[in-house]
């Protein structure tokens, strides 16, 4: 026979047993809400399109850590466009090696004047927002080998994908580029 | 009058036992490496330790009403906040995916269903003779490492005071490069920013402040090269290959090396030929990683995601170099030595706000909104104004000189003239100095040697490019 005390001890223990569990597998989305990086989103490759060629150069990357696990990129991305594009953003895509899945992160563009000063009289540049500048969280990418792409958008008509043809791996907290 | 006594034991066992545990990281390290630090460097995060292990003390003995089974929870505990990173790292190696905020949870669970079942389970003695074995091992670890570190501690006393009276000679020289910093008519002008309280910062410092001093062109490169070799040399003409030749031993280095001087260089100088006491391998007391004593005691303990540094390298050198000349212990006042600091500081990227805060990286070269320049140039000069007023304080015969190479360039509503307006703050042994006020901080070093080796330069006349 258990004691009425016992039973509500039991229960208790259920319940926070339950509380806690389901605590701890959506604490990283719960955590992650607490910090200003953009959202790391999951995806497939083919969803983005092909379009024009793409020009780019990546400055940095620079594994940053700590509780967020960030990273951190510089770099600049355009394509040639005759039309505005007030709203042009870019995607820094994690393709899995071995799938087309992938993990990605829109960051829109920064001041990058340099960018078009070098470019303007051999390509139809616009604007000087040419720059990528993103620090994000790698907390929700699983441990696993990615090929890095770059998508950029300066509006419907003009956009385009590259593969800047580098390779991360993700090791518990780490997230390193291969190819250093 | 007996039970008095024997109720004061186990309180104060429990209160030596908690209180060794607690500080024993903080000992242990400073013990370590006691001939290169001093005590105060972590006497705050022994200080902490011991509030957190106190503060456990008493709320576990609230609870349990038993002071010496609170002691073994308290020293448990404490040894589960100091040495936490030592604890996830293990889980890390079983479940490689798991995060801080899922560990500390589960840690925290599995602590208080083991002071439960401790307190349940032992009988009624054992809680006092295990605090007091507790007390006694923690006090012997102490002794173990503090005993051997006594000599050290005194050898470097007596280092750095001998130190000091070797090298008493001449004053000593600081120049100072914020790259991209704007004069105060610039940021009165153009960012409508006025701070009359910076400007008398550095008039009561004993600094001579000039509103109108314009240097030659807005190129970094040929301005500093200029000012090394004390003359116009490097012109718009000449390749980065030509300017960067000029700075191999140039007249500046060698006019002070002639008169005894010391080339010491601060923050990212390696392209002005002067090694850097700030790359994180030379920094004294520091690890090759650049970490100080707080540093390691923190990165070990369960707060390390709230003080571990993970801004971009950019901002590290900046830091490291901001703090290094905080720093009074890195300097010898008198000591003949020409320190070079050169900060890529107020120039993008902007990197901190007003108050040091990282900025969003989208906003690191966002030259459209104002506020990234000012905010970067106001930490700037606050970091600047409280360094400057140590080096008086501690260094009162020395020359500062705290200028800018250029204003800000990116900056559309500024005609390209006033680009080239700059910062230039100059104090001289706390004297005042004629040709300082409207030069160039070419004409402003040439001025300044002649007042201290009497070289007999003549002022040049201003080129513009």
Redesign the interface.
């Known amino acids: 026979m258990v004691s009425k005390k016992s039973s509500k001890l039991l229960i208790g223990l259920i319940v ?1 047993g339950i509380a ?1 569990s389901v ?2 597998a959506f ?2 989305r ?2 992650l809400s607490f910090s ?1 990086l953009p959202e790391v989103q999951e995806g497939n490759i083919s969803q983005f399109s092909t379009g024009r060629e793409v020009h780019k150069a990546l400055d940095r990357g ?1 594994w ?5 696990e ?1 990273y ?1 990129f ?1 770099g600049w991305a355009f394509c040639e466009t005759d039309t505005g594009n007030e709203g042009k953003y870019a995607v820094l895509i994690f393709k899995n090696s071995n799938s087309d899945h992938c993990y990605y992160v829109e ?2 563009g ?4 340099d960018v078009y000063g070098v470019f303007k009289d051999r390509f139809n540049i616009r604007g000087n927002m040419h ?1 990528i ?3 994000f969280s790698t ?1 929700t990418i ?2 696993g080998e990615y090929d890095f792409f770059v998508y950029v958008k300066e509006n419907d008509q003009d956009y385009g994908i590259v593969d800047m043809n580098m390779h991360f791996v993700k ?3 780490e997230f390193v580029s291969a190819n250093n | 009058m007996e039970k008095k006594s024997g109720e004061l034991k186990p309180l104060i066992i429990s209160l030596l036992a908690v209180g060794f545990a607690s500080v024993f990281p903080a000992v242990f390290i400073f013990c370590q490496n006691a001939d290169e630090m001093r005590f105060s460097e972590v006497a705050s995060i022994a200080g902490l330790f011991l509030m957190i292990g106190y503060a456990l003390l008493a709320i576990i003995a609230l609870l349990t009403r038993n002071i010496s089974s609170a002691a073994i929870d308290a020293t448990v505990s404490v040894l589960f906040v100091s040495n936490y990173k030592l604890i996830q790292k293990l889980v ?1 190696l079983v479940l ?2 798991a ?4 560990i500390v ?2 840690c925290v ?1 599995l602590l208080i269903f083991l002071f439960v079942l401790l307190n349940k389970k032992m009988r009624d003695d054992l809680p006092y003779d295990v605090t007091k074995i507790i007390c006694f091992v923690m006090a012997g670890l102490l002794a173990i490492n503090l005993i051997p570190a006594f000599p050290k501690m005194h050898q470097q006393r007596a280092e750095k005071v001998n130190a000091r009276a070797e090298n008493a000679e001449g004053p000593n020289i600081y120049w100072i490069i914020l790259d991209e910093c704007a004069s105060f008519k610039t940021m009165h002008n153009y960012y409508q920013y006025t701070d009359t309280t910076m400007r008398n910062r550095f008039e009561s410092a004993g600094f001579i402040v000039s509103e109108n001093s314009y240097n030659e062109c807005g190129n970094t490169d040929i301005v500093v090269t200029n000012c090394l070799n004390l003359s116009y040399a490097a012109t718009p003409e000449m390749t980065s290959a030509e300017w960067a030749a000029l700075r191999i031993n140039p007249p500046l280095y060698q006019t002070l090396m002639e008169h005894g001087y010391s080339l010491n260089g601060i923050g990212d100088t390696a392209w002005l030929n002067i090694d850097s006491a700030t790359t994180s391998e030379k920094m004294e007391g520091h690890t090759v990683e650049g970490k100080g004593a707080k540093d390691l005691l923190l990165e070990n303990t369960i707060f390390y ?2 003080f ?1 540094y ?4 950019a901002a590290s050198i900046l830091q490291n170099a901001l703090d290094y000349m905080d720093d009074s212990n890195n300097f010898v006042p008198d000591s003949s030595s020409f320190y070079l600091t050169y900060l890529c500081l107020p120039h993008q ?1 902007f990197l901190f706000d007003k108050d040091g805060n990282a900025v ?9 909104d104002p506020q990234y320049y000012l905010g970067q140039y106001i930490y700037a000069m606050k970091r600047i104004i409280a360094i400057a007023e140590r080096i008086v304080r501690d260094d009162p015969n020395s020359v500062i000189v705290i200028g800018s190479d250029h204003g800000p360039r ?1 900056n559309n509503a500024i005609p390209y003239a006033e680009k080239t307006s700059v910062l230039l703050n100059v104090y001289v042994q706390g004297r005042k100095i004629d040709n300082i006020d409207g030069a160039s901080t070419l004409n402003a070093l040439r001025s300044i040697l002649n007042t201290l080796f009497d070289c007999g330069y003549e002022k040049l006349e201003a080129e513009t490019w």
């Open positions: 926070c806690l605590y701890l604490a990283n719960i955590m200003e620079e940053l850590g700590g509780l967020f960030k951190y510089q960051t829109p920064s001041f990058r004047p720059g500048e993103c620090q907390v699983p441990s090791r518990g907290a | 890390c490689p995916d995060k801080y905020w899922h949870p589960v669970v995601p709230f571990q993970t801004g971009t390298e990227p969003s990286p989208s906003n690191y070269n966002n030259w459209d990116f």
